[in-house]
């Protein structure tokens, strides 16, 4: 079992930026592959962004590619979203998810149901 809880979301003004936090407890995050979702008012969760095991590899949306850089830090069992530029149309919950499949494709990891392991989410705000 892993646990996952989410932190540092907010309400910030468009074009500025947010740095989210994921925690991880329980079995070896290491082993994990970690992304991020979000799920805006009335709309289906979308994938936002995953990283690899080792953090050699990371994959965007499009929506967010060249605001938003993925990380992880296996020593400290932690992963965060650093969002910058942000836009109305960010707003969402932010949700952090683990997957125990480590070598998956790229189209395998932006699916929800590819993932183990769920964070409650974080609110993000973005006014205009």
């Known amino acids: 079992q892993v646990q996952l809880v989410e932190s540092g979301g907010g309400l910030v003004q468009a074009g500025g930026s947010l740095r989210l936090s994921c925690a991880a407890s329980?079995?070896?995050?290491?082993?994990?592959?970690m992304a991020w979702f979000r799920q805006a008012p009335g709309k289906k969760r979308e994938f936002v962004a995953y990283v690899s095991w080792r953090a050699s590899i990371t994959s965007y949306a499009d929506s967010v590619k060249g605001r938003f850089t993925i990380s992880r830090d296996n020593a400290k069992n932690t992963a965060a979203l650093t969002m910058n530029s942000l836009l109305p149309e960010d707003t969402a919950v932010y949700y952090c998810?683990?997957?125990?499949?480590?070598?998956?494709?790229?189209?395998?990891?932006?699916?929800?149901?590819?993932?183990?392991?769920w964070g409650r989410g974080t609110q993000v705000s973005v006014s205009s």
């Open positions: 998810a683990a997957s125990s499949f480590t070598i998956g494709s790229d189209a395998y990891y932006r699916k929800e149901s590819s993932f183990d392991y």
């Open positions: 329980g079995r070896t995050f290491s082993s994990y592959t």
